[in-house]
T-cell receptor, first 114, second 114 residues
Framework: GENVEQHPSTLSVQEGDSAVIKCTYS??????FPWYKQELGKRPQLIID?????GEKKDQRIAVTLNKTAKHFSLHITETQPEDSAVYFC?????????????FGKGTKLSVIP | NAGVMQNPRHLVRRRGQEARLRCSPM?????VYWYRQLPEEGLKFMVY????????ESGMPKERFSAEFPKEGPSILRIQQVVRGDSAAYFC????????????FGSGTRLTVV
C-alpha cells in the first residue's frame, strides 16, 4: 500500500517569511496529491492540490511542486501570516479494492510568529 | 447547501458501550468515505460506501466496527464494545464522483471512551 512521509513535524517561522513542507510517497501509481489545512478542532480543508501531469501549481501565496521521478512533493507558503498557523497535511491518492482513498502524512504544525 | 453534516460533534462512551456516528453527505453526493484521526496523527482511511453498498472496507478493523449507507438517511459508523483505543476524531467525506478531488469533509465526531 501507499506510505506518505511528511517533514518537518513542527515548523516555526516569523511573519512574512516563507514556509516549506515536504512529503514523499511510495506508490508510483499515485497521481493526485492534495494538501489540507486543519485548525484546532476543525475539519481538514483543501488548500491546494496537484495531479501528476503537472509539475507545479500556484494559488496566490501557496504553491505546490511535484517531482514524480523522486516521488516527492512540497508545499510552499510565502509571506506567511498569523492566520496561516495550523496543522498541514499532505496526502496521496491510491486506488485499491475499487476505491480511491487518500493516504495522509502525519502532519506539520506550522506556527507563524507575529 | 449545508455541507457534510456529522453528528454528534462530541460523544463520550464508557468502555463496552456502543458508539453510533452519523454522516449526512452533501446534497447530490452519493459517495461517502470514513477516516479516523488519532491524536497528533494524520487521517487514516476506514471505509468507502455508496448508497446501500460497502465498496471498500479494507481500512476498517474486522471486529466491532461496521458501516452502512442506507437508501434513505445518513451513513452510520458503528463501534460496538468500545475500548479506550477507539478514542479519536472520526471524519467522513462525501464526493459526487467517488474520487478524492471532489471530497468535502464534515466537521467530525470526537469520540472519547472513558
Amino acid at each position: 500500500g501507499e506510505n506518505v512521509e511528511q517533514h518537518p513535524s513542527t515548523l516555526s517561522v516569523q511573519e512574512g517569511d516563507s514556509a516549506v513542507i515536504k512529503c514523499t510517497y511510495s506508490d508510483s501509481a499515485s497521481n493526485y496529491f492534495p494538501w489540507y489545512k486543519q485548525e484546532l478542532g476543525k475539519r481538514p480543508q483543501l488548500i491546494i492540490d496537484i495531479r501528476s501531469n503537472v509539475g507545479e501549481k500556484k494559488d496566490q501565496r501557496i504553491a505546490v511542486t511535484l517531482n514524480k521521478t523522486a516521488k516527492h512533493f512540497s508545499l510552499h507558503i510565502t509571506e506567511t501570516q498569523p492566520e496561516d498557523s495550523a496543522v498541514y497535511f499532505c496526502a496521496a491518492e491510491n486506488s485499491g479494492a475499487g476505491s480511491y482513498q487518500l493516504t495522509f502524512g502525519k502532519g506539520t504544525k506550522l506556527s507563524v510568529i507575529p | 447547501n449545508a455541507g457534510v453534516m456529522q453528528n454528534p460533534r462530541h460523544l463520550v462512551r464508557r468502555r463496552g458501550q456502543e458508539a453510533r456516528l452519523r454522516c449526512s453527505p452533501m446534497k447530490g453526493h452519493s459517495h461517502v468515505y470514513w477516516y479516523r484521526q488519532l491524536p497528533e496523527e494524520g487521517l487514516k482511511f476506514m471505509v468507502y460506501l455508496q448508497k446501500e453498498n460497502i465498496i471498500d472496507e479494507s481500512g476498517m478493523p474486522k471486529e466491532r466496527f461496521s458501516a452502512e449507507f442506507p437508501k434513505e438517511g445518513p451513513s452510520i459508523l458503528r463501534i460496538q464494545q468500545v475500548v479506550r483505543g477507539d478514542s479519536a476524531a472520526y471524519f467522513c467525506a462525501s464526493s459526487p464522483s467517488g474520487t478524492p478531488d471532489g471530497y468535502t469533509f464534515g466537521s467530525g465526531t470526537r469520540l472519547t471512551v472513558v
